[in-house]
């Protein structure tokens, strides 16, 4: 182990400030990103001074170094408060991605604080995460229930052999559905919520009031739940930590609803991408019954948060070619250093582990909590699993390089999956009106409650979807 390269930042290395910087969003990044991730690390290594809406940061391209960054929290601080230039007020005033790192929640907390609030996510989101419990069972029975109703809508739109977004058709709602069942909304406020989050989703021009509603949303959510405990996570929270404001819960609900609306719904695209476009190993693994590898291997691929969020240097460090300074922004970028595993593999991770070595759901103190991944997990590999149990033939009806993808600063998601469908003649959604059951199989009371709850959000959904068109 080298030792750890601390000490004072010498006078003759320049300060990030004084850098002349490339802007990183631009409609090359759009396009394609690996490009720009390469020709900063030939420029500058393994960490390259960029600009990220008039802002410079530091962003961390190498996989040892993007490894050092997320696992070192005695030296990579989340809080906010470490952040010099916003400190000594040099940020641009209005600067729009100040306001959800202002949001104070888990990945914005270090130390003590941080390891109790993760505790509180572990003791409320074990009991969804086991398929033996009956919330696990139920919540898997719901992803289900969900995912057959969203096909058969489908096919009552459309046909049994025809044309579909699974972006905007499938996988969203989905799970803006699981999202709003998870968190115990009930179905008035479960509109309410759906709407806002897709505007917000969306970043339309109303996108900074929908995100206050939004918020504001959870936290009613949170009073209402305290008022009326049921089985939900949002309940589970209280039960986990009655400490818990309904604010502070508020925010904890808000985040999660981002990574499980977003950040999942992503991943779900971008599994069903690489299948489709034909990536060798991920289809493999698929026909081997092999879903969860199937993930792994489009997370490494295409990871969703492609750049993590910040981190902010407690001491002066050297990192890649050049002196970090103590409260120096970087932000590490899993999609540069998925990149720069491929390159290298087998130097830092043998072939019988190398899927699983993906840093998509993060690494160290912040990553991804245990019970979330497995929550995540299950709903990716059943959503993606469902469309391939209804479909005989599904196909991209856009070259995969003609795609709009949406290139944030931290995430990278597909606008669109356009695909021409067949359905399995086998597939009960072709037989099956949405508030039907074609099937006659005896169902248990919680498969009803999904489904009466799936009935309420689709027509919050046939509204977003299809509201707009004239005769629907
Ligand atoms: C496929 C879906 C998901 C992916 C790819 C994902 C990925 C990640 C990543 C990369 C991080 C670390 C971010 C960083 O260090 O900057 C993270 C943190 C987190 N995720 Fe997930 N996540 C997913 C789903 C979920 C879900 C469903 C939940 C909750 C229900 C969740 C809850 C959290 C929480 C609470 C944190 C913060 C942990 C901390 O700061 O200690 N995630 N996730």
């Not at 009326?228 to 904890?252: F, I, K, N």
Request: with cysteine; glycine share 10%; hydrophobic share 40%.
């Amino acid at each position: 182990m080298e030792p750890h390269p601390f000490g004072t930042a010498p006078a003759d290395s320049l300060p990030l400030e004084s850098l002349s910087v490339e802007p990183l969003l631009t409609s090359e990044f759009d396009a394609d990103p690996g490009s720009v991730y390469g020709r900063l690390r030939r420029t500058y290594g393994p960490v390259a001074p960029v600009g990220l809406l008039g802002v410079p940061v530091w962003l961390v391209l190498d996989y040892r170094e993007v490894l050092e960054v997320l696992r070192n929290e005695s030296q990579w601080r989340r809080d906010i408060r470490y952040w010099r230039a916003r400190a000594e007020g040099r940020l641009p005033h209005g600067w729009p991605l100040l306001a959800g790192y202002e949001v104070r929640q888990t990945m914005f907390m270090d130390d003590e604080e941080h390891r109790a609030a993760r505790q509180t996510y572990h003791t409320a989101l074990g009991p969804f995460q086991d398929s033996r419990t009956p919330q696990g069972w139920e919540l898997r029975s719901a992803v289900v229930a969900y995912a057959d109703e969203l096909v058969a809508m489908l096919a009552a739109e459309s046909g049994a052999v025809g044309f579909a977004d699974l972006a905007a058709q499938y996988t969203r709602p989905l799970l803006l559905m699981v999202t709003t069942r998870l968190f115990g909304c009930p179905v008035e406020l479960g509109d309410e919520l759906v709407m806002d989050l897709w505007r917000m989703l969306d970043g339309g021009p109303d996108a900074g009031p929908a995100t206050g509603r939004a918020l504001a949303a959870m936290t009613r959510l949170a009073a209402h739940r305290r008022a009326l405990p049921g089985d939900d996570l949002t309940s589970y929270m209280l039960l986990a930590d009655p400490t818990l404001s309904d604010e502070q819960l508020g925010r904890e609900l808000f985040m999660n609803a981002v990574y499980l609306t977003d950040i999942t719904g992503n991943m779900v695209c971008n599994t069903l991408l690489e299948v489709l476009r034909g990536n060798a190993t991920v289809r493999r693994s698929l026909s081997a019954g092999l879903i969860g590898e199937t993930v792994n291997r489009a997370a490494l691929a295409n990871t969703p948060v492609a750049n993590m969020c910040f981190r902010f240097a407690a001491r002066d460090v050297r990192l890649g070619n050049f002196w970090i300074r103590a409260g120096d922004v970087v932000s590490p970028s899993s999609a540069a250093a998925h990149q720069d595993l491929m390159a290298i593999g087998s130097h830092i991770v043998d072939s019988t582990v190398s899927t699983r070595a993906h840093l998509g759901w993060g690494a160290g103190p912040h990553q991804c909590p245990t019970a979330a991944r497995e929550l995540a997990g299950t709903i990716v590999t059943t959503a993606v699993g469902r469309i391939f149990e209804h479909f005989t033939k599904v196909e991209l009806t856009l070259p995969p390089d003609q795609l709009p993808w949406r290139s944030g600063p931290v995430v990278r998601g597909l606008r669109l999956l356009p695909v021409r469908y067949e359905l399995s003649g086998r597939s009960p959604a072709g037989r099956q009106s949405v508030g039907g059951n074609g099937s006659g199989v005896a169902r248990s009371d919680a498969v009803r409650a999904s489904e009466r709850h799936a009935r309420g959000l689709l027509g919050a959904l046939r509204q977003l979807m299809f509201g707009g068109r004239k005769g629907d």
